[in-house]
């Protein structure tokens, strides 16, 4: 089980952290962050690997940054300088070869607006 928290209602150039708690050992998993925004479908955002290796979505590097915890098992997202075109759902992933498919969050809402 995935749970994400920390979204909330911000204004525009502020930042957020979001945090995603596993109900498990999130040490095998490659843990991801996906989002869905106002008309779009469901988008990765940034992933990080077990061993540590991120990859953020190209349009958010600079901004976004993704980490993880695993003695928490906790991955988070921190989001800078926030734009309205950020708000949507903020939704947690995991994911492994030795799963069918991937586990995911109930999602956490982040709206930027002034």
């Known amino acids: 089980q995935l749970v994400e928290s920390g979204g909330g209602l911000v204004q525009p150039g502020a930042s957020l952290r979001l945090s995603c708690t596993a109900s498990?050992?999130?040490?095998?998993?490659?843990m991801g962050w996906y989002r869905r925004t106002t008309g779009n479908a469901r988008r990765p955002v940034a992933t990080?690997?077990?061993?540590?290796?991120?990859t953020i979505s190209d349009s958010l590097k600079g901004r976004f940054t993704i980490s993880r915890d695993n003695a928490k098992n906790t991955v988070y997202l921190s989001m800078n300088d926030l734009k309205v075109e950020d708000t949507g759902v903020y939704y947690c992933n995991a994911d492994s070869k030795a799963i069918l498919k991937p586990y995911w969050g109930q999602g956490t809402q982040v709206t930027v607006a002034s």
């Open positions: 990080i690997l077990a061993g540590g290796m991120t």
């Open positions: 498990e050992s999130i040490f095998p998993y490659e």
